[in-house]
């Protein structure tokens, strides 16, 4: 695949978004939507990739395992293994091991949605939700190509999973709801679908969806506090509307905000700003009641810090050595 810098972008202004939000800055209260412009971009990306390795020489599953977990793995045990360390004295009521073990097997989605587990590094439950797409898609995407109409089957499969959420948020509540893998897909159902079929959007069409979500973002309901039924819907809008924002980036790709060089190496960050946002949030806000302006003012830069620290001085020697591996692979034949 060609590198596309505006969604580069769209994974800066959405992570931006999240940490807004988590610091609950006035106004964002509808920011959680971010994670719904990742699932949607994820599915985008994912299955871009994958259609293309499976048009040329098939999909490779075991090299896409490996190329995930080298890019994603590294960094999430870093903090895994800080947190470790820094519990018993930051967070010395959590039960540490538990989390860490949740967190590494990305498994935080449903130990939130049905066992309350503990705060600190419950922000890894959006990660699990990617991972078991990361692990089941490679094995079903083939599958689905090979039909006489795979996105009519998707489309399916998009309706089935957005109607299980509503009814999961009805019987048993919007934790089980909000979390889990199994109610959270549609957005990177409708992702893959943008992936296939590639849809033309006006530059009118893409203002109107950065209104509606710019209108989401401000809403002031909290989901922590409490989402009900009409909230979900909130979900599935949102998921239209990064559909739409992320196939405009896709076809313009040096849109002049989004491919801008800040908005892409934040972007770059973005994992990485994610992955180590969330404890000071927790230790700031809900540990020691410090006000938003001060949690965003200590969050911002720590989590860039060491976003840049883990891009800069673990993924990209990861990358490099990668690289260099299929290099000699390819020049041995």
């Known amino acids: 695949m060609q590198y596309n810098p505006a969604l580069d972008g769209i994974r800066a202004l959405s992570i931006l978004v999240v940490v807004f939000f988590h610091c609950e800055v006035p106004g964002v209260g509808g920011g959680f939507v971010g994670l719904d412009i990742f699932f949607v971009l ?114 399916a499969a998009f309706l089935v999973a957005s109607a299980w959420r509503y009814f999961v948020n009805g019987t048993w509540g919007w934790a089980q709801a909000y979390f889990s893998f199994d109610t959270r897909m549609s957005g990177i159902l409708l992702g893959a679908i943008a992936a296939l079929v590639r849809p033309t959007i006006s530059r009118r069409v893409f203002m109107i969806a950065c209104v509606v979500l710019a209108v989401l973002i401000a809403l002031p309901t909290v989901p922590s506090h409490r989402v009900d039924e009409a909230d979900m819907w909130r979900i599935t809008v949102a998921e239209f509307a990064a559909v739409v924002i992320v196939s405009y980036a896709a076809a313009h790709a040096q849109s002049r905000f989004l491919s801008s060089r800040p908005m892409v190496y934040i972007g770059k960050l973005s994992y990485g700003i994610y992955i180590w946002h969330f404890p000071l949030v927790v230790l700031l806000n809900r540990a020691y009641g410090q006000p938003w302006w001060v949690t965003l003012s200590a969050t911002l830069p720590f989590a860039f810090a060491m976003a840049a620290i883990c891009y800069h001085w673990v993924d990209a020697p990861i990358k490099r050595q990668r690289r260099a591996r299929l290099g000699s692979l390819v020049g041995s034949q």
Do not use: C, Q
């Not at 999430?76 to 004295?89: C, D, E, K």
């Open 42 to 155: 994820s599915g985008f990306l994912i299955t871009s990739l994958l259609a293309a390795e499976y048009r040329n020489d098939g999909i490779e599953i075991g090299r896409f395992y490996a190329r995930r977990a080298l890019r994603l793995y590294p960094t999430l045990l870093l903090l895994v293994a800080a947190y470790l360390v820094l519990a018993p004295l930051l967070w010395p009521t959590d039960d540490r091991w538990l989390s860490a073990v949740l967190a590494s097997t990305y498994t935080m989605d449903y130990a939130i949605a049905f066992w309350h587990a503990p705060l600190t590094i419950a922000h890894t439950w959006s990660l699990g939700v990617e991972e078991k797409f990361y692990l089941l898609w490679p094995l079903l995407l083939p599958l689905i190509l090979k039909a006489r109409r795979p996105i009519a089957w998707l489309v």
